[in-house]
C-alpha cells in the first residue's frame, strides 16, 4: 500500500528556512518520480519541484528556483524539500505527490496528474 505522509510545515519569517519531509512507505522510490506541489487559498495548484527515481533528474518552477533543493534518501524511504529564503507567496498547503513509472520529473510537475498523494502541511510566512 503506497503512502506518503508529510511534516516539517511550520510559520517562518520572511528570509527564513524550513525542511519539508515526505515519508513514503509502499514503494521503492527508483521505481517512482516524487512531488512536491502547493495550493494557497484561491489560487490553482502547483507542482514546483520534482524528482525522478529512473535517473534522479530534477524540475524547479521559476518560482522557486535558487531557494528550493528536493532531496531523497533511499536508505530512509524519505524526499526532501529544503527551503530558503521563504517569501509571503510561499505560504500555501504543501503536498507530496508520487507517481509510477518513474517518468520525468519535468513532466511531472507540469503536465501529471499524480495517482498518489499525502495529506498535506501548512506553511506560512507573514507578510
Known amino acids: 500500500q503506497v503512502q506518503l505522509v508529510e511534516s516539517g510545515g511550520d510559520l517562518v519569517q520572511p528570509g527564513g528556512s524550513l525542511r519539508l519531509s515526505c515519508a513514503t512507505s509502499g514503494f521503492s522510490l527508483d521505481d517512482y518520480v516524487i512531488g512536491w506541489f502547493r495550493q494557497a487559498p484561491g489560487k490553482e495548484r502547483e507542482g514546483f519541484s520534482c524528482?525522478?527515481?529512473?535517473?534522479?533528474?530534477?524540475y524547479y518552477a521559476d518560482s522557486v528556483k535558487g531557494r528550493f533543493t528536493i532531496s531523497r534518501d533511499n536508505a530512509k524511504n524519505t524526499v526532501y524539500l529544503q527551503m530558503t529564503s521563504l517569501k509571503p507567496e510561499d505560504t500555501a498547503v504543501y503536498y507530496c505527490a508520487a507517481d509510477t513509472p518513474p517518468y520525468p520529473a519535468e513532466a511531472m510537475c507540469l503536465a501529471a496528474i499524480p495517482h498518489y498523494w499525502g495529506q498535506g502541511t501548512q506553511v506560512t510566512v507573514p507578510s
Open positions: 524528482v525522478s527515481g529512473k535517473d534522479g533528474s530534477t
